[in-house]
């Protein structure tokens, strides 16, 4: 049975990381750094309902494999959440948003701004995890 408390920490933070993702991706820092509208599946806010709703759910499903894997260390402790979220973003996030940047036209201030909010997520997500569960 699952724990109350993991389910908790999963929705707190999902919504939490959900805020995160508006202020390092939202609206503000495209209108300043996008170099490349071409490159966007949805033009002028057309049809960015559906892409919008897929995305929100995106935070939950990272921070319940995050959770997971934090909670799966032995012992848990909120050094080793910290740890884990700044290696999985060194790890698996960095490099594939610097590699993206490389071949896409993706500008080096979105770029920027889309690894720091992974960074965010990831930290807030440990943090969340570390209170709730404490």
Known sequence: MMDFRFVIAVLAGGLATSMTDWFFM???IYK????????WRFEKGQG?????AWSVALPFLTCAVFDFLCIRQRPFT??????LAIGAWMG???PLIAANA?????SAPIAAFFSMGWL???LVAGLLLV????
């Open 26 to 28: 939202g609206d503000w």
């Open 32 to 39: 300043r750094f996008d170099k490349h509208p071409e490159i």
């Open 48 to 52: 960015e309902s559906k892409g919008i």
């Open 78 to 83: 909120p050094s080793s959440t910290f740890t």
């Open 92 to 94: 698996v996030a960095l």
């Open 102 to 106: 490389i071949w896409m036209k993706i």
């Open 120 to 122: 965010v997520k990831l």
């Open 131 to 134: 209170v709730i569960e404490r």
